[in-house]
């Protein structure tokens, strides 16, 4: 039986630890002045660098702290700094940035977006999706015979046809799930494109 010493250390040594980390945590948390601060100060700089000779490596970086997300260039930044709500789309546009390609002229600079696949690409992901999906699950819609095939498998020590028989439908499901994962976010990115499309609101420069 657990005795009262033993709870009491228990219990000594965890609160102090807890309130350790409760206060580190305050501690961290930045007052909403000095975000703010730190916002504006970030907008000046990517002001400043858009006309500058810097690299496109260093433009890259100021982007990215201004964004304050790892995965956009300066090109996407830039475009969208040109309207209203930049954070709302960015971060909706960051969501399915491998989907979309920027269209680029020949100053360099992002003019338009546009689709990277074709919704015919999408339903294919979508077909693939069901096709694979019953294949993985084929085992539970004839489950009794599955388990005595795998019995039988297991007891004639034919461990190459009990790998098969275990591996395939977990492949299949994940292939079912790569391919739903991928028509959802081709859908998305349409979904992102129309609604950019029909809400933006272009900054008086």
Request: glycine share 2%; aromatic share 14%; proline share 2%.
């Amino acid at each position: 039986m657990i005795s009262l010493t033993a709870i009491t250390t228990v219990f000594g040594v965890l609160v102090p630890l807890m309130v350790a980390y409760i206060s580190s945590r305050h501690n961290f948390k930045k007052h909403p002045r000095l975000e703010f601060s730190e916002s504006i100060e970030a907008a000046k700089e990517f002001d400043a660098i858009v006309i500058s000779t810097e690299s496109q490596l260093v433009k890259d970086r100021v982007a990215q702290k201004l964004i304050m997300k790892k995965n956009i260039n300066f090109l996407e930044t830039q475009y969208f700094y040109s309207y209203v709500d930049m954070e709302l789309w960015v971060e909706r546009y960051v969501d399915v940035r491998k989907y979309i390609e920027p269209i680029i002229d020949e100053n360099n600079k992002i003019i338009d977006l546009k689709n990277k696949y074709t919704m015919a690409k999408g339903i294919l992901f979508l077909c693939m999706y069901f096709f694979f999906a019953i294949l993985a699950m084929i085992p539970l819609m004839f489950l009794k015979h599955y388990v005595e095939i795998l019995q039988r498998s297991i007891d004639t020590i034919s461990f190459l046809i009990t790998f098969n028989l275990i591996i395939w439908p977990i492949l299949f499901g994940f292939i079912a799930l790569g391919g739903l994962h991928k028509a959802n976010k081709i859908s998305d990115a349409y979904n992102f494109l129309k609604n950019f499309e029909h809400e933006r609101i272009k900054v008086e420069e």
